[in-house]
C-alpha cells in the first residue's frame, strides 16, 4: 500500500545551470534526472539503512548550509569528477516530510544550490552537474521519528551519464 501511495510521488523539478531557474525556464539545458523512487519499505529502520550515506550530505532543520563534514565529503567528490570528465553527477535534494509541500520544495533547491556552489568552487564544470529538488515528496510514509525525517534531510550525490 505504502509502495502505491509513494509511486506517483517522484516528480521534483529539475534545475538547469541557473542558479535557481526551473528548467522549464530554459528548457534547452533541461536535463533528464534519474526518478527518485520512494524506498519499496514500511520500516524505518531500513529506510535508514537504505540512505547512501557516503553519496549524501546531510542539513540541519530549514538550514541549507553545509556544515564542516559535508564539506570535506564535497571536496572528495569535486576531485572525482575532475579526475573523470565523462563523470556526470545529479544533485537531488531531499527534505523531511515537515512543513508544506511548496517550502520543502525550496528548502531542497537552497540545499542543491549550496552544494552545486562548492562543487563548482573547486573547479567541477557545469556541464557535470544536474539538480534536482525533489521536496517531501519522496519521504516514506513511515519515516516518523526524529532519526529517519534527519537522514531525510540531504542532498545526494548520484552519478551516471
Do not use: W
Not at 534526472?33 to 557516503?54: G, Q, T
Not at 520544495?105 to 539538480?131: D, F, K, Y
Amino acid at each position: 500500500m505504502i509502495a502505491l501511495a509513494l509511486g506517483g510521488c517522484a516528480g521534483g523539478q529539475v534545475f538547469d545551470g541557473a542558479a535557481s531557474a526551473p528548467a522549464a525556464e530554459t528548457p534547452a539545458k533541461a536535463t533528464k534526472a534519474a526518478a527518485v523512487p520512494a524506498p519499496p519499505v514500511a520500516d524505518e529502520k531500513a529506510i535508514i539503512a537504505a540512505v547512501d550515506v557516503a553519496n549524501s550530505v546531510f542539513f540541519q532543520p530549514s538550514a541549507s548550509a553545509v556544515d564542516a563534514d559535508g564539506r570535506r565529503l564535497l571536496l572528495e567528490h569535486a576531485a572525482r569528477l575532475k579526475a573523470n570528465p565523462d563523470l556526470v553527477v545529479t544533485l537531488l535534494g531531499h527534505t523531511d516530510n515537515l512543513g508544506s509541500p511548496s517550502y520543502n520544495l525550496a528548502i531542497a533547491e537552497q540545499r542543491v544550490n549550496a552544494v552545486h556552489a562548492i562543487l563548482r568552487s573547486q573547479g567541477v564544470p557545469q556541464t557535470q552537474i544536474r539538480r534536482q529538488a525533489v521536496g517531501s515528496e519522496a519521504v516514506p510514509l513511515a519515516c516518523k521519528s526524529a532519526q529517519c525525517r534527519k537522514v531525510m534531510r540531504r542532498v545526494q550525490l548520484v552519478y551516471g551519464e
